[in-house]
């Protein structure tokens, strides 16, 4: 879904980057790995650390900060001094990419290489493609 992604990124002030701690495997503890462990493709897209106010050196803290006082704990709940500036251009790109899957007729896929490729290509079927 990379090629999605960088069209839908066009335009936007945002930018795609790497998954800063790969090492902790949030990846595979998300909701949606259930889907990706049968092939099928999905974005995993977050907000990021990179703030408006306070760059990068920012968001680290307040994420680690969060980490290690709120995540799935007690203290883990909405809070009124959350600043939502970044929400509206998050949500405009989820749009965008809902919008070009809906409207494409090609079944994405993993790319060449990627651990779920070989799943996915085991579901496809000459009938539907993928």
Not at 18 to 38: I, M, T, V
């Amino acid at each position: 879904l990379d090629a999605y992604l960088a069209r839908a990124l066009a335009g936007l002030s945002r930018s795609a980057t790497p998954d800063p701690s790969p090492q902790a495997g949030f990846y595979y503890r998300s909701d949606h790995f259930s889907l990706a462990k049968r092939g099928v493709p999905m974005f995993n897209l977050k907000l990021g650390l990179d703030l408006v106010e306070g760059g990068r050196e920012r968001g680290a803290a307040m994420e680690a900060d969060y980490r290690a006082s709120a995540y799935h704990g007690p203290d883990d709940e909405f809070s009124e001094s959350w600043d939502w500036r970044g929400v509206i251009d998050h949500l405009d790109l989820q749009f965008r990419l809902g919008r070009m899957l809906a409207d494409s007729i090609a079944w994405p896929n993993w790319n060449a290489g990627d651990e779920f490729r070989r799943i996915r290509d085991a579901s496809c079927t000459p009938a539907g493609g993928c």
